[in-house]
């Protein structure tokens, strides 16, 4: 499903409203001829579909983001695919406050960049990432990744962000990122290693220890890239259940 195919950013236009559009054939914007809603809904639409096919020429993300309601942002995703930075972070602790940031992998358009701390890990190769992207995607980033490096390294992730956890919820996938993953069939090249390992494997690094290092960079990067691979089943589940139906 793409952004053109979305008319519910639109004031008067709900759910309902937007599903009949599609049942009258109305599935584009192109295709929008006035007809199935009223005179003044009719107007707010094409007043819309003029400024919205100007913001997306300009590959304007954060215009749509303002405009569409959270829970539907996963729209976004077939429009800026190449630019969607899909990233993970590992940490010593869930306290933002005395916890540290360890490594940060970030994929985007087939290209896999991990973060150490005292190597690499910064603000200004963070704040790098972020501008180049679109869209963000994480799981469970609202709560946990984006506030963590936003507190930890004084950096704004104002980038519009689709955290894969709640849309898995609407697909009927719950539990942790990994349990889903064995659930839709994604494979990890890596055994299967927990939070609490994440943290003595950097614990082990900071004894000396640079096959800890690597193992926890390989772990780390399979989660960012496997969130690729999450948000293709997702978009194409929701495309399924809410545009096809």
Request: proline residues 2%; contains cysteine.
């Amino acid at each position: 499903m793409r952004i053109e195919n979305s008319f519910i950013p639109v004031r008067g236009v709900g759910e309902q409203t937007e599903r009949e559009l599609w049942r009258a054939g109305i599935t584009h914007w192109d295709d929008f001829d006035g007809s199935v809603v009223g005179t003044t809904t009719a107007d707010r639409i094409e007043t819309f579909i003029e400024t919205a096919t100007d913001r997306l020429e300009a590959g304007d993300s954060r215009f749509f983001d303002e405009q569409f309601p959270s829970s539907e942002r996963w729209r976004f995703y077939e429009n800026f695919r190449g630019d969607t930075c899909f990233f993970d972070i590992e940490t010593t602790g869930l306290s933002q406050e005395r916890d540290d940031v360890t490594t940060v992998s970030f994929h985007q358009d087939g290209e896999t960049t991990t973060l150490v701390q005292g190597d690499n890990l910064t603000a200004g190769a963070l704040r790098e990432q972020f501008d180049d992207a679109a869209l963000v995607a994480t799981f469970n980033g609202a709560r946990f990744d984006v506030p963590f490096l936003e507190t930890s390294f004084d950096v704004d992730v104002d980038v519009p962000h689709v955290d894969l956890m709640y849309p898995c919820k609407r697909l009927g996938l719950t539990g942790g990122l990994k349990t889903i993953e064995q659930e839709v069939g994604i494979g990890r090249d890596e055994p299967d290693i927990t939070g609490q390992d994440a943290v003595r494997l950097w614990h082990e690094y900071e004894r000396g220890s640079d096959e800890a290092l690597d193992t926890l960079v390989r772990y780390n990067r399979d989660d960012a890239r496997n969130l690729q691979t999450l948000m293709d089943v997702v978009a194409d589940g929701l495309h399924a259940r809410v545009f096809e139906e």
